[in-house]
T-cell receptor, first 110, second 114 residues
């Protein structure tokens, strides 16, 4: 079973920041938080991952709370192409498989 | 760098027929995964190969599903005989090392069993 809880769906206005929450209250000290997204009719695409420090790359930012029980994926300026299902996954960096939950369906509205 | 290739993209068959899917991973990636994704759900791992050996097939319904990875490169996933509940997207992914830092997914094969 997935170790994370995400809202089933969210809307965001085009050009605004999209903030996708994820709860992982049972995360262990050496487990990372990963985010993938799946655009319609495509395979999942890696976005970002982190352990406890906030992370940023060209796609998104990942904010992890100090107690590591929750995190937020931020798409700073959402576009229509960001409409997708976003998956939050908790796992060790190596040695574990990815377990996908149902994710959050993000709809970016014009 | 070419991504993970899969074929066919779509397949429609009748129940009790057999079907096969093909995957070509990213060049040099030692690990290959097959996932099943039922509509509205996240992908579920079916089988994992490290080179041409099976690492994990605990969730593969072995009475009807089989997979092989000859020469540690391409892989095929077969269903024989198919059931209605096998209707799903079958995703192939690869990574440079076993259960590594990240996985790269192909576009998937959408199977409809009538």
């Amino acid at each position: 079973d997935a170790k994370t809880t995400q809202p089933p769906s969210m809307d965001c206005a085009e050009g605004r920041a999209a903030n996708l929450p994820c709860n992982h209250s049972t995360i262990s000290g050496n487990e990372y938080v990963y985010w993938y997204r799946q655009i319609h009719s495509q395979g999942p695409q890696y976005i970002i991952h982190g352990l406890k420090n906030n992370e940023t790359n060209e796609m998104a930012s990942l904010i992890i709370t100090e107690d590591r029980k929750s995190s937020t994926l931020i798409l700073p300026h959402a576009t229509l192409r960001d409409t997708a299902v976003y998956y939050c996954i908790v796992r060790l960096l190596y040695g574990q498989n990815f377990v996908f939950g149902p994710g959050t369906r993000l709809s970016v509205l014009p | 760098e070419a991504g993970v290739a899969q074929s066919p993209r779509y397949k429609i068959i009748e129940k009790r027929q057999s079907v096969a899917f093909w995957c070509n991973p990213i060049s040099g990636h030692a690990t290959l995964y097959w996932y099943q994704q039922i509509l509205g759900q996240g992908p579920k791992l079916l089988i994992q190969f490290q080179n041409n050996g099976v690492v994990d097939d605990s969730q593969l319904p072995k009475d009807r599903f089989s997979a092989e990875r000859l020469k540690g490169v391409d892989s095929t996933l077969k269903i024989q005989p198919a059931k209605l509940e096998d209707s799903a997207v079958y995703l192939c992914a690869s990574s440079p090392r076993a259960r590594g830092e990240t996985q790269y997914f192909g576009p998937g094969t959408r199977l409809l069993v009538l």
